[in-house]
């Protein structure tokens, strides 16, 4: 515990169903338990409803990340912040690189960066060694691939996986007698999320003639598409889209089998929620994926890009849910145990006070 109560300023991206969005308010929640007095900053928050929005410190700067007006905000951001400077800033997305080591030279505190993907295949990351103390990565192939890529030295990054809540008491129990089981999958609707081959082995189960219902939690570019496939897949009454929602917990409780079928995947902070609300869950095998699940006993691996083996995992839990609900309890137990908000933010915590303890030394 620190003695004062330092100001961590977390300057995120317009909130949208990302895992990112989910870990800036997870921390902002749990920062102050831990001594330390928080402000998130972003372009829109205008996603964030409720509790959230009302108990946390959100204020919103417009077009802080557009190129021309950009720098007019930005330099109204500083002076907000001159009158009450952070001691330490976190930016929560590389997006904000460029404008958080901006405001971190004129302020002169350090900054911390999350990683929560991988840089794109031309992509370079603007890191100051000088300003940035340090790189949090969501999993350990993040931590490699960037270590590889951005030539930084190993002792810059550390691993401290996304947290996510775990209710006191599970929803509704998964394969209830008398109702049709609920296949679901959710996220922004990408390409790189994979959701086509979730359709393509929806539509496989429906040719089974095994009772399913199909569920799409999300929004984004592919939507239409997405749309345009279940009805060309002679699917569309058995696939239900469910709008971008921040909050997915009503629609990951409705599932009785959750799908991840990306084509890469940082981590995977929906997955961790669809385990904690102990829904069993079929993956596909990539990238940070193989950290949370293991295959037959947290849940189950597939190939990326293969509707074929999907469709034969989810036929396999349907026709035997006592399998589905020992995977979905094994789940939910590592997940309680491993990928709490509350140890998310102690390793955060951790982080911030020996780049503040660095940051002061050098000072002095």
């Known amino acids: 515990m620190v003695a004062e109560s330092p100001f961590i300023l977390l300057l995120a991206d317009s909130f949208s169903l990302r895992g990112t969005s989910a870990y800036t308010l997870r921390l902002a929640e749990q920062l102050p338990q831990h001594g330390f007095r928080t402000q998130i900053v972003c372009p829109c928050a205008r996603m964030v409803k409720g509790d959230h929005r009302d108990e946390l410190p959100i204020e919103e700067y417009p077009h802080l990340l557009t190129p021309v007006l950009g720098q007019v905000v930005r330099r109204w951001l500083l002076t907000d912040l001159c009158e009450d400077p952070p001691a330490l800033i976190h930016i929560q997305s590389r997006h904000l690189l460029p404008s958080g080591t901006w405001l971190s030279k004129r302020l002169g505190c350090p900054f911390v960066l999350t990683m929560q993907d991988f840089l794109q295949p031309r992509e370079r990351l603007p890191f100051s060694e000088v300003w940035g103390h340090h790189i949090i990565t969501v999993s350990e192939v993040v931590r490699t691939e960037l270590l590889h890529r951005a030539k ?213």
């Open 152 to 364: 930084l030295k190993p002792e810059l990054c550390s691993v401290i996986p996304t947290g996510v809540d775990v209710p006191a008491e599970l929803p509704r129990p998964i394969f209830e007698p008398h109702r049709t089981p609920v296949i679901g999958t959710a996220g922004p609707l990408e390409t790189v999320k994979g959701f086509t081959y979730f359709l393509g082995a929806a539509q496989r189960v429906v040719a089974a003639d095994v009772a399913a219902e199909f569920l799409v939690a999300g929004a984004g570019p592919e939507e239409a598409n997405l749309r345009r496939l279940a009805r060309e897949l002679e699917i569309a009454d058995r696939v239900t889209f469910v709008p971008n929602l921040l909050d997915l917990s009503q629609s990951l409780s409705a599932m009785d089998i959750f799908c991840l079928p990306s084509l890469r995947q940082g981590l995977g902070t929906l997955m961790l929620e669809a385990m904690a609300l102990g829904r069993p869950v079929i993956a596909s095998d990539v990238d940070g994926v193989d950290s949370i699940v293991r295959d037959n006993e947290t849940g189950l691996l597939v190939p990326p890009s293969n509707s074929e083996a999907l469709a034969h995992r989810m036929l396999e839990l349907l026709r035997d849910p006592f399998r589905a609900r020992r995977f979905a309890d094994a789940a939910s137990q590592m997940v309680r145990r491993d990928f709490s908000t509350a140890r998310m933010a102690q390793q955060t915590v951790a982080v911030y006070q020996k780049v503040l303890g660095i940051h002061h030394a050098a000072v002095a």
